[in-house]
């Protein structure tokens, strides 16, 4: 940044940009502290806020992730809104990485909190993988943002047409790439060959289709018992990723017991580790499909319940990826289409590294311009019967000021109430993985 932009932003020159970056869960963590890096120098000093709520990631989670902040805390919105108002000054970008309510609610609430302001941090926002659904209500939900990130140039123009569509300014959506995509590309087959399922924890979303994709798995490993057999899980039971998993894996496996065969393991840990060893990757829709092809690895999406929007695997259509179990079996291995790849921003052509070029050039450019304030498309003028609600979620009027009522913002949460917060966590997840299913199989007795 030129010193005189950085006297103008009230920055002590010379001094390195700071980032706070505001995540919802373990995965949108890693997409936010990961796009923090990617758009600003490697001397920017980042500080994560991991928004209080239902997944909230676990320190393991954090862990697996594998990204370090200068600093980490677990904040409600209020709380976080507090400390932008306050620290406004000494912030240079903050990424909101979290679902489109919420962060219409957070752009509302930094609207409020630094009306007035001369300088103000550029906001940034975007989406974790693939935009499969609700693209009009999650675009509409981020506008207002400096910058709305795009993974690919499909889904900018997609971007840019919603906006336009509705009349709203879209000149914040940014080209880019998935942070996450990188490792060396794959050359030769391992030995042992391995086949890797990504699950995922919301698709499919009932038991029955989970136990046929883990019984179909264990099928190709028996057909197959010279591979090596991995189910890729994201969370173990209790944690809670940015989808509700009802029925984990785990739990289903428990059940099969000694049916399922010894090549077959279920593993943790960083998705980039796991594919350094992977000769096939198979998946629904996962992001990890992405992850694979942007290496060149061989990269299956099933097609065994149907090609769906609900599944996601819609998407895939055009990538020549689409089989089925029985495909696989036999021994197919997709090779994905170049163009459809191209397009999708994988950047498996070794452009990678210059993805962000564009991206980083827009935050200088608007760090070193006068910024007005933010402005979303959502107002109570747009949206009056839609709004207040998004709003009050997070205990925010529709100006963007807190509720009365609400959580005290600036104030620290006390030994007791961290307990009963982390009690209370503890019990939802538990809800949801045990009471609501059986509650659910009464029901249809």
């Not at 992405?290 to 769906?308: F, M, N």
């Not at 109570?380 to 205990?395: D, F, K, N, Q, S």
Request: a neutral charge; hydrophobic letters at 40%; aromatic letters at 6%.
């Amino acid at each position: 940044m030129p010193a005189s932009t950085e006297a103008r932003n009230g920055k002590t020159p010379g001094k390195p940009p700071r980032v706070a970056v505001l995540a919802d869960s373990d995965t949108r963590w890693k997409w936010g502290s990961l796009t923090a890096s990617r758009l600003l120098p490697e001397s920017a000093a980042l500080d994560g806020f991991l928004l209080r709520g239902r997944a909230t990631p676990t320190p393991r989670q954090l862990t697996e992730v594998g990204v370090r902040a200068d600093s980490l805390h677990e904040v409600t919105a209020a709380e976080f809104l507090h400390r932008m108002q306050r620290d406004s000054a000494s912030y240079d970008v903050v990424v909101l990485a979290l679902v489109g309510g919420a962060v219409q609610a957070v752009l509302h609430g930094l609207a409020h909190a630094w009306q007035g302001e001369a300088r103000r941090p550029v906001v940034v926002t975007g989406y974790v993988g693939v935009v499969y659904e609700k693209l009009a209500d999650g675009l509409l939900l981020r506008h207002g943002a400096d910058v709305v990130l795009a993974n690919s140039r499909y889904d900018a123009e997609r971007f840019r047409a919603v906006y336009e569509g509705v009349g709203a300014d879209a000149s914040s959506v940014t080209e880019c790439a998935l942070p996450f995509l990188g490792g060396a590309p794959y050359e030769a087959e391992h030995d042992p060959y391995t086949v890797v399922f990504a699950a995922q924890p919301s698709v499919p979303d009932t038991p029955a289709d989970r136990l046929y994709l883990l019984n179909r798995l264990a099928q190709h490993a028996r057909l197959h018992p010279e591979r090596e057999v991995l189910l890729k899980l994201r969370s173990k039971p209790g944690e809670h990723t940015t989808h509700i998993e009802e029925v984990p894996y785990q739990k289903l496996a428990q059940r099969l017991g000694d049916e399922l065969p010894p090549n077959v393991r279920l593993v943790y840990g960083n998705m980039g580790e796991v594919l350094d060893r992977t000769d096939l990757l198979v998946t629904v829709s996962s992001t990890a499909a992405l992850e694979s092809l942007h290496r060149r690895i061989p990269t299956a999406l099933l097609t065994d319940l149907g090609v769906r929007e609900a599944l996601g695997n819609h998407h895939f259509t055009g990538s020549d990826c689409l089989v089925s179990w029985d495909q696989l079996d036999a021994g197919e291995r997709p090779e994905a289409d170049p163009a459809w790849v191209a397009r999708q921003g994988v950047a498996a052509d070794g452009t990678y590294e210059h993805a962000f070029d564009g991206a980083r050039a827009r935050v200088a450019e608007l760090l070193g311009a006068d910024r007005g304030p933010i402005a979303p498309y959502y107002t109570r003028t747009t949206a009056p019967g839609y709004l207040p609600r998004v709003l009050a979620r997070h205990h925010l009027a529709p100006d963007g000021s807190p509720l009365p009522g609400a959580p005290a913002a600036d104030k620290e949460a006390g030994a007791v109430r961290q307990i009963v917060r982390r009690a209370a966590r503890g019990a939802y997840r538990h809800g949801v993985q045990r009471v609501a299913p059986v509650i659910r199989r009464m029901g249809e007795l």
